[in-house]
C-alpha cells in the first residue's frame, strides 16, 4: 500500500483545512489509519485516528472539537478536516497506515506513511 498526502497550505488563524490522504495498492477498509503531526524543533505527536472499521474515531486534546478524521471508501482517500486552526497547528501533517483493527497513538506500530504535507497557520 501507498499513502499520497496533499491538502497542506498556509491559512490565517480561525481558518480551514482539509487534508487528503489517497490510498493506492490496497482498499481504506484493509487498515487502520492515523494523522499525525510534527512541529518544528519538537517530537511527532499523534493527531487523529480511525479504526479499521471506520465506526470509531480518536483525537488529541488539543485538536479535539476542531479536527475531523473520516474516509470515502468509493474515493480510496482518508481525509483531516481542521477547522478553527491556530498558530500552534502549524506542522508538517503525516498519514499512516496499519493492518491492524485499533489506531496506536504511538507511531511506531505503522508501517505505512505518507510523504507529509506541510500545514501554516498565520496570526
Known amino acids: 500500500v501507498q499513502l499520497q498526502a496533499s491538502g497542506g497550505g498556509l491559512v490565517q488563524s480561525g481558518g480551514s483545512l482539509r487534508l487528503s490522504c489517497v490510498v493506492s495498492?490496497?482498499?481504506?477498509?484493509?487498515?487502520?489509519f492515523a494523522w499525525f503531526r510534527q512541529a518544528p524543533g519538537k517530537e511527532r505527536e499523534f493527531v487523529a485516528g480511525?479504526?479499521?472499521?471506520?465506526?470509531?474515531?480518536d483525537y488529541a486534546d488539543s485538536v479535539r472539537g476542531r479536527f475531523t478524521i473520516s474516509r470515502n471508501s468509493a474515493e480510496n482517500t482518508v481525509y483531516l478536516q481542521m477547522s478553527y486552526l491556530q498558530p500552534e497547528d502549524t506542522a508538517v501533517y503525516y498519514c499512516?497506515?496499519?493492518?491492524?483493527?485499533?489506531?496506536?497513538?504511538?507511531?511506531?506500530?505503522?508501517?505505512?506513511w505518507g510523504q507529509g504535507t506541510l500545514v501554516t497557520v498565520s496570526s
Open positions: 499512516a497506515a496499519v493492518s491492524s483493527a485499533g489506531w496506536p497513538r504511538q507511531g511506531d506500530p505503522y508501517n505505512t
Open positions: 495498492g490496497r482498499t481504506v477498509r484493509s487498515y487502520a
Open positions: 480511525m479504526a479499521r472499521s471506520g465506526s470509531l474515531t
